[in-house]
């Protein structure tokens, strides 16, 4: 009972303390790492130690022989042959270590639940380290090749197969209106003669969607003038990954604070709730917090600066995806 | 009792106090100025670069060791089509240096977005350590760290394993390099093919085969269990279906029924087969319990269903059947109810295959001569052809449901010669690789992650 309530203000101090001064940062060299045993086990260890094969008999000595016992009655070594089939097999030991996952400790590593409990993040954490860039030198982006490229749906490797046919135009699909928005970053070898009209189309359309407070003495004008300076340069540091899950749902806020010369003091992403609780969006959102980084310093008008000291960034991927 | 209220009293007060720190501090962050907001639709397509440096080891012997496992995790990551590993050359840290934090300037400058650095230990008892640290270069943060304590012989798995933590961690969905294929490896001429069941990595190392090739064998499929492959074997002429355990060797026929079984799938929980039987020229669905053995019929239909395979949830099975006429795809309930069909494009739908993650069914589709590898929806939607051939055929899918692989015959040569190959292909359709095999290979099945 003692015990309980000085553990529980000892514990509440440090929650309290953790809120209220911000996350310990870690000054240690490196973070600490998880330790996972994986105990991959011999063969006979494992059949001694495994139980949960349905198959009633292990037959240590069947095995040895019986890798078709009736199909086939040759001698048929491979099966059985201890060594090398079992050993890439998972370890039934009881241990709790198998995959890496369970313990994610130091970092918010495998999907963090919503745990109020304090992590030493190592994300960007506003206040700690006012400049995540410690230099502002107008390091050229770090991507130049990408500047070149087009900015849209440029697939990599080369398809090679593509020419097999000429017969697609034919093919009436009756509905498949999603197929063909698809195309443009997702492939469909049936179709790929047709693109192009639908590229050129969705790479040209940028699309205006920022909203400007009309209170703001800075004219509209301006204001969307310099929306469209930080989409070209961000669009060309966002790299998009289509094939994943649900990819066109994971739309991320992120609120940008900038300095003077344009390098960023600061990327917050807006619904924080869900990095903890969503590792797709979790991904999406360090994705889209890599562009913003790989793409500081902005080139901006000074003139302008308390236009666009704190912005609010979208990045919304559906238009891509073409849903 | 007591001590309960008091807990949750404490709770409470433990809860007011943090909404309040919260309200607060939410009300300070919140900036008066309106903000500007801007829209970011586009981006572009393209793996990421990443740095997979040499694994630090202290001797030679665990030097060779650490170059090892970072070539096998580069090389996964690599064929994903998701990640671009930085040629080593470029590097400026060593692996050594390496061991403290990164110099991210460093990395920066190589356009590194990732980099991935650890080290190799041979520990007195014989065993391997390896420790693996994954950076976020642009953040200047460490993303994940495990350490992982085996016997040397399977440092290979090591590296998978981490490979599959590295592409977790920037990608948000699980990896599949820790997973094997097996598949049926084929030799001889046309007419007397030898057909061998063989199993190996997902990345084509660790080879062997598991029968010798007496009696044809074909569709092997895995359990999600692991330990146990189903395939159809052909045995004085009778095809049947059997049921290998990889752990013991024990391979037995699974029912013996009076006609002919084929196409046998496991359900996702490993506990039931899904097969088609053909009685009296109709072909029709049924599932088997492995643990009772009891049979259910699934449909009845005088048309043939064939090729069933599970939702991930168990709830549904699609299939094919020619009963509209030609062959096309169709789902029903579990329970062999609510039959719908869900293809209707031109040609023929065959092995439909329901992916892990549950949001595509993969087929082969033949359609003016030509073999697809596509993808629908569930619903029937959103279908693509992802690869095209003289002859594509068995799609299966990786544990995580983003890369297929299957085989591709080429047209015979003058002499008569036909190869025969797998490959794989991710989701966008834009990464189709070889999977290197000793003979030729067809009809490849996926296992799960290894447990």
Same mark, same amino acid.
């Given at each position: 009972?003692?015990?309980?309530?000085?553990f529980?203000?000892?514990?509440?101090?440090?929650?309290?303390?953790?809120?209220?001064?911000?996350?310990?940062?870690?000054?240690?060299?490196?973070?600490?790492?998880?330790?996972?045993?994986v105990?991959?086990v011999?063969?006979?260890?494992?059949?001694?130690?495994?139980?949960?094969q349905?198959?009633?008999?292990?037959?240590?000595?069947?095995?040895?022989?019986?890798?078709?016992?009736?199909?086939?009655?040759?001698?048929?070594?491979?099966?059985?042959?201890?060594?090398?089939?079992?050993?890439?097999?998972?370890?039934?030991?009881?241990?709790?270590?198998?995959?890496?996952?369970?313990?994610?400790?130091?970092?918010?590593e495998?999907?963090?639940?919503?745990?109020?409990?304090?992590?030493?993040?190592?994300?960007?954490?506003?206040?700690?380290?006012?400049?995540?860039?410690?230099?502002?030198?107008?390091?050229?982006?770090?991507?130049?090749?990408?500047?070149?490229k087009?900015?849209?749906?440029?697939?990599?490797?080369?398809?090679?197969?593509?020419?097999?046919?000429?017969?697609?135009?034919?093919?009436?699909?009756?509905?498949?209106?999603?197929?063909?928005?698809?195309?443009?970053?997702?492939r469909?070898?049936?179709?790929?003669?047709?693109?192009?009209?639908?590229?050129?189309?969705?790479?040209?359309?940028?699309?205006?969607?920022?909203?400007?407070?009309?209170?703001?003495?800075?004219?509209?004008?301006?204001?969307?003038?310099?929306?469209r300076?930080?989409?070209?340069?961000?669009?060309?540091?966002?790299?998009l990954?289509?094939?994943?899950?649900?990819?066109?749902?994971l739309?991320?806020?992120?609120?940008?604070?900038?300095?003077?010369?344009?390098?960023?003091?600061?990327?917050?992403?807006?619904?924080?709730t869900?990095?903890?609780?969503?590792?797709?969006?979790?991904?999406?959102?360090?994705?889209?917090?890599?562009?913003?980084?790989?793409c500081?310093?902005?080139?901006?008008?000074?003139?302008?600066?308390?236009v666009?000291?704190?912005?609010?960034?979208?990045?919304?991927?559906?238009?891509?995806?073409?849903? | 009792?007591?001590?309960?209220?008091?807990?949750?009293?404490?709770?409470f007060?433990?809860?007011?106090?943090?909404?309040?720190?919260?309200?607060?501090?939410?009300?300070?962050?919140?900036?008066?100025?309106?903000?500007?907001?801007?829209?970011?639709?586009?981006?572009?397509?393209?793996?990421?670069?990443?740095?997979?440096?040499?694994?630090?080891?202290?001797?030679?012997?665990?030097?060779?060791?650490?170059?090892?496992?970072?070539?096998?995790?580069?090389?996964?990551?690599?064929?994903?089509?998701?990640?671009?590993?930085?040629?080593?050359?470029?590097?400026i840290?060593?692996? $050594?240096a390496?061991?403290? =934090? !990164? *110099?991210?300037g460093d990395?920066?400058?190589i356009?590194? /977005?990732?980099? +991935?650095? #650890?080290?190799?230990?041979?520990?007195?008892?014989?065993?391997?350590?390896?420790?693996?640290?994954?950076?976020?270069?642009f953040?200047?943060?460490?993303?994940t760290a495990?350490?992982?304590?085996?016997?040397?012989?399977?440092?290979?798995?090591?590296?998978?394993?981490?490979?599959?933590?590295?592409?977790?961690?920037?990608?948000?969905?699980?990896?599949?390099?820790?997973?094997?294929?097996?598949?049926?490896?084929?030799?001889?001429p046309?007419?007397?093919?030898?057909?061998r069941?063989?199993?190996?990595?997902?990345?084509?190392?660790?080879?062997?085969?598991?029968?010798?090739?007496?009696?044809?064998?074909?569709?092997?499929?895995?359990?999600?269990?692991?330990?146990?492959?189903?395939?159809? $074997?052909?045995?004085?002429? =009778? !095809? *049947?279906?059997?049921?290998?355990?990889?752990?013991?060797g /024990?391979?037995? +026929?699974? #029912?013996?029924?009076?006609?002919?079984?084929f196409?046998?799938?496991?359900?996702?929980?490993?506990?039931?087969?899904?097969?088609?039987?053909a009685?009296?020229?109709?072909?029709?669905?049924?599932?088997?319990?492995?643990?009772?053995?009891?049979?259910?019929?699934l449909?009845?239909?005088?048309?043939?269903?064939?090729?069933?395979?599970?939702?991930?949830?168990?709830?549904q099975?699609?299939f094919?059947?020619?009963?509209?006429?030609?062959q096309?795809?169709?789902?029903?309930?579990?329970?062999?109810?609510?039959?719908?069909?869900?293809?209707?494009?031109?040609?023929?739908?065959?092995?439909?295959?329901?992916?892990?993650?549950?949001?595509?069914i993969?087929?082969?589709?033949?359609?003016?001569?030509?073999?697809?590898?596509?993808v629908? *929806?569930?619903?029937?939607?959103?279908?693509?052809?992802?690869?095209?051939?003289?002859?594509?055929?068995?799609?299966?899918?990786?544990?995580?449901?983003?890369?297929?692989s299957?085989?591709?015959?080429?047209?015979?040569?003058?002499?008569?010669?036909?190869?025969?190959?797998?490959?794989?292909?991710?989701?966008?359709?834009?990464?189709?690789?070889?999977?290197?095999?000793p003979?030729?290979g067809s009809?490849?099945?996926?296992?799960?992650?290894?447990?």
């Amino acid at each position: 009972m003692r015990n309980g309530t000085i553990f529980s203000i000892l514990f509440h101090a440090v929650v309290i303390a953790a809120l209220a001064v911000g996350l310990p940062t870690f000054v240690s060299p490196l973070p600490p790492i998880t330790n996972v045993p994986v105990e991959l086990v011999t063969l006979a260890e494992l059949e001694a130690a495994t139980e949960k094969q349905p198959d009633p008999e292990p037959e240590p000595v069947a095995k040895e022989e019986a890798p078709e016992p009736e199909p086939e009655k040759e001698e048929t070594p491979p099966p059985p042959d201890p060594k090398p089939a079992p050993a890439p097999e998972p370890e039934p030991t009881p241990e709790p270590e198998p995959e890496p996952e369970p313990e994610p400790e130091p970092e918010p590593e495998p999907e963090p639940e919503p745990e109020p409990e304090p992590e030493p993040t190592p994300e960007p954490e506003p206040e700690p380290e006012p400049e995540p860039e410690p230099e502002p030198e107008p390091e050229p982006t770090p991507e130049p090749e990408e500047e070149a490229k087009p900015i849209a749906p440029k697939p990599r490797p080369k398809p090679k197969i593509k020419l097999a046919e000429q017969e697609t135009p034919k093919e009436e699909k009756p509905e498949e209106p999603p197929a063909d928005a698809l195309t443009s970053i997702l492939r469909n070898v049936e179709k790929l003669k047709k693109q192009p009209a639908q590229k050129a189309q969705t790479a040209t359309a940028p699309k205006v969607a920022e909203q400007t407070r009309p209170k703001q003495q800075v004219s509209r004008i301006a204001q969307e003038g310099i929306a469209r300076a930080i989409r070209q340069q961000i669009q060309r540091c966002w790299r998009l990954d289509p094939g994943a899950q649900q990819a066109e749902d994971l739309v991320v806020e992120i609120r940008i604070t900038l300095r003077r010369d344009g390098t960023l003091v600061s990327a917050e992403v807006v619904n924080l709730t869900r990095m903890f609780g969503d590792a797709y969006f979790r991904s999406a959102a360090e994705n889209a917090r890599r562009a913003i980084q790989a793409c500081s310093p902005y080139k901006l008008p000074v003139s302008e600066y308390e236009v666009w000291r704190v912005i609010n960034l979208k990045f919304d991927p559906r238009e891509m995806f073409g849903t | 009792m007591m001590k309960n209220r008091l807990t949750s009293t404490r709770l409470f007060a433990l809860l007011a106090i943090i909404s309040t720190i919260t309200a607060v501090t939410m009300a300070q962050v919140q900036p008066a100025r309106a903000q500007l907001n801007v829209d970011i639709t586009q981006g572009f397509v393209e793996p990421l670069p990443i740095a997979v440096s040499d694994f630090y080891g202290a001797t030679p012997e665990e030097q060779l060791i650490g170059h090892d496992v970072a070539e096998v995790i580069a090389a996964d990551l690599e064929r994903s089509g998701l990640f671009r590993p930085i040629d080593k050359g470029a590097f400026i840290q060593d692996p $050594a240096a390496l061991r403290n =934090v !990164p *110099r991210f300037g460093d990395w920066r400058v190589i356009n590194a /977005q990732a980099l +991935v650095s #650890g080290s190799a230990e041979l520990q007195a008892d014989g065993r391997l350590r390896v420790e693996f640290r994954l950076w976020d270069v642009f953040g200047e943060g460490q993303l994940t760290a495990f350490a992982y304590t085996v016997p040397p012989s399977i440092w290979r798995r090591v590296a998978h394993i981490i490979a599959d933590n590295v592409y977790k961690r920037l990608t948000g969905e699980e990896g599949y390099f820790d997973s094997r294929i097996v598949y049926i490896a084929e030799s001889g001429p046309q007419n007397r093919r030898q057909k061998r069941l063989a199993i190996m990595d997902q990345d084509g190392f660790n080879h062997q085969f598991l029968t010798d090739g007496s009696n044809l064998v074909l569709t092997p499929r895995f359990s999600p269990s692991l330990q146990e492959i189903t395939y159809l $074997a052909y045995v004085n002429r =009778v !095809p *049947r279906v059997y049921l290998l355990n990889l752990n013991t060797g /024990q391979q037995e +026929v699974l #029912g013996d029924f009076p006609g002919m079984t084929f196409a046998p799938r496991f359900s996702p929980d490993g506990n039931t087969v899904v097969m088609s039987l053909a009685q009296q020229g109709n072909t029709e669905i049924y599932t088997m319990d492995l643990r009772t053995r009891q049979v259910t019929r699934l449909t009845r239909h005088p048309a043939i269903d064939t090729s069933p395979s599970y939702s991930p949830d168990s709830r549904q099975v699609v299939f094919n059947s020619d009963r509209g006429g030609s062959q096309q795809l169709y789902v029903m309930n579990a329970d062999g109810s609510g039959v719908q069909r869900i293809s209707f494009n031109k040609g023929r739908y065959a092995t439909p295959v329901w992916s892990p993650r549950g949001d595509l069914i993969a087929f082969t589709r033949m359609s003016g001569g030509t073999f697809y590898i596509g993808v629908m *929806r569930p619903d029937g939607s959103g279908e693509r052809m992802l690869a095209e051939g003289f002859l594509v055929e068995g799609p299966t899918w990786a544990p995580n449901g983003r890369v297929l692989s299957f085989y591709r015959q080429m047209p015979a040569d003058a002499r008569g010669k036909q190869v025969t190959k797998l490959f794989t292909i991710d989701l966008t359709g834009f990464n189709e690789r070889e999977v290197a095999t000793p003979i030729d290979g067809s009809d490849p099945a996926w296992s799960p992650l290894i447990q």
